[in-house]
């Protein structure tokens, strides 16, 4: 199973959860409208204590012409990290030795560049990130809009918010919806669930129908990468949990210099292809990885230069109680792989070898 989509459902408050990508728009929109990005020296400004704040913890970071910005807990945590200080016991602390400590690291540094990130919205301003002079910046604007020319509003399209257990929703609310947003990030899954794949021998010798679906996820401020991951799922649970994941892929851009400029010549691209894409293609994908037989004297080596030995072990293990008999294709390893996936505890070790199946797939094309 796939935890992305339901850690992002039961973590986001309500101002963080949208009804459609037409409404995502409007908000990351906005969000670009109000922000400047400026590239300053680290001895162009300073922290300082909020006057007359009697619980002494605001903290303003103070810009070269002598206007202060308020950061944001993500931003508080990337200006610590530029002067190695810990954030976390620096918030236990009064704004003032926390400003004597920033400063103290700041001019300690070497004089370098620093990239800001600025958001006015009538009040004081907001430090919203402090990166390094190169960050390549991708707008959420960018990719929510590349998502609409593609899928449409998320709402009525082919690609929609998934419903429960394969059965559509009557309508998308902020308790059901998989399009989230906030001042740090943003993640949308959406999956084509009216056109379903018959997959032959799908599982124990019955043919089964799988859907199509993806995450996207950005982050303007460096919280994480720019990426996209698709797959075939069974059905995503209330919860949303997708289960019975094949064929996982995922696409990353890190955000260095020229992050701009490969979203547009590759990842939008891959969006309008995945739009595209027919199932005649997946069926053939899968009908290729089925028919690539793998001989029972090769099998091991096969799994040793993807896998390590006790996950070699566990994923025939898995794809013989799934099937009731030993892998003989690559597709037999993808779906041993994704069985054994289901049952690891930690996300981060659980996509790793479901990125490795899904890549085990790609060998059969």
Known sequence: MLMQASTQWTTRPADERFTSLNELLDEVSHKREISTAKVLSNRAFHAAPVEDDPSRKQLVIVGPDDSPAQ???????????????????????????????????????????????????????ELSAMTGPNYGRIWNEDVVSQLIDRFGDGVTGQFTVPGHYGMALDSVTKENTTIFGSDRDMFVFLADEQNKIEVPNRRNGQSGFMSRGFFIWNSEVGAKTFGIATFLFDYVCQNRIVWGP?????????????????????????????????TTNILTAIQNAKDARLEPEKLDAFLAKRFSKNQATAIKLAHKIEEERPIESLWDVTVGATAYARKIEHQDARVDIERKAGQIMELAS
């Open 71 to 125: 950061p944001t807990h993500w931003s508080f945590g990337q200006v610590a990290a530029r002067v190695q200080a810990p954030a976390g016991y620096l918030r236990s602390l009064p704004s003032d030795i926390v400003a004597d400590a920033l400063n103290y690291g700041f001019y300690k540094r070497d004089v370098e560049e620093v990239g800001v990130l600025l958001r006015q919205n009538g009040g004081p301003a």
């Open 246 to 278: 094949q064929e996982f892929q995922e696409f990353t851009i890190r955000h260095t210099s020229g992050a701009p400029d490969r979203f547009l010549e590759e990842a939008a691209p891959a969006i309008e292809s995945y739009a595209e894409q027919s």
